[in-house]
């Protein structure tokens, strides 16, 4: 294989949980081009990565919106003559693109998603979460004969982000090297969404008995979240939900002495740039819980309580997310104190 093109174009947690696997690949192939196409946004965390040589941004609702964009599209991949893909996330637009790319080899999961356009279909069993999603992503390799090296996921912070994260912290009032805590109180799903007055009171603790900074990060569509967790709180906290790349988020995280967040994309970042992590989740459902997404790393925890539910109904649930609700504060503040 002398060109390689990986593929998944889901979310950005997923993506992280897929470095492992393109350091394996390059590592099995170490004189191959290797591409990865993802989302738009999350080829910022990308760059600088030693082991991609392009990272290609596919944009199904926007810049290749419609039939004729995506045939120009597809007509550009084509002329790459990547000699095989490795579809880690199969979907049928992946599947279609790269067949109609003329992509001589097209491996991946076979799950219900246009499979007969794939020329190697693994056995898709991601459903049962038996295993972590980064070890899913090493089975294309297996499938390959090769017996691939585990390894935490790994994000390349540029000089610029950090220069960037540094401005932005001064403008918070946090000077360098000041200790600080960041809550992420956002998730994409109501059932993974800690209680926010639990984020406020975690919040209070910090501030009151470690007398440490506390910032309050989401994106600005989730600021929302933000202003209610701080018109919880007793103490004034830093509040950060402005615009900002992804590269500068990961910047910022790296400079944080703990993050505390929902099950999100933004736990993933901050593992991979080594900053302490305290993730809180919610559903036991096979193949949603933390034994599949749980962040990785040295310093990754992640908190879940068995409600004692038969049957995890995620986002359905008709428990009140009674797992959520008893991880208390006081839980979650005597765990970060380990890390503080």
Known sequence: MKRILVTRTDRIGDVILSLPA???????FPDAYIAIMVQPRIDDILKGNPHINEVIVYDKNKKHKGVIKNLRFIKWLKQKKFDVVLNLHTTKRTNLLCFLAGIPRRIGHARGKADFLLTDKIGYTKKLGEKHEAEYSLDILRYLGIDPEFSNPFICV????????EETLKGLGIDKGERFVVLHPGASCRSKMWPLE????????????L????????APDQAYLGEKVRGMMKNKPVFFCNPTTLGELAALFKKASLVISNDSGPAHIASAVGAPIISIFGRNQKGLSPARWRPLGTKALA?????????????????GFLCLESISAEEVFEKAKGFL
């Open 158 to 165: 540029r000089q610029e982000d950090e220069k960037k994260a």
């Open 211 to 218: 007398k440490i900074k506390v910032m309050i990060n989401l």
């Open 198 to 209: 639990n984020f406020a009171k975690t919040g209070d603790m910090l501030m009151e008995n």
């Open 303 to 319: 908190i879940h309580k068995d409600a004692g539910c038969a049957e995890c109904l995620a986002h359905d649930c008709k428990k």
């Open 22 to 28: 393109i350091k394996a690949i390059r590592k099995a």
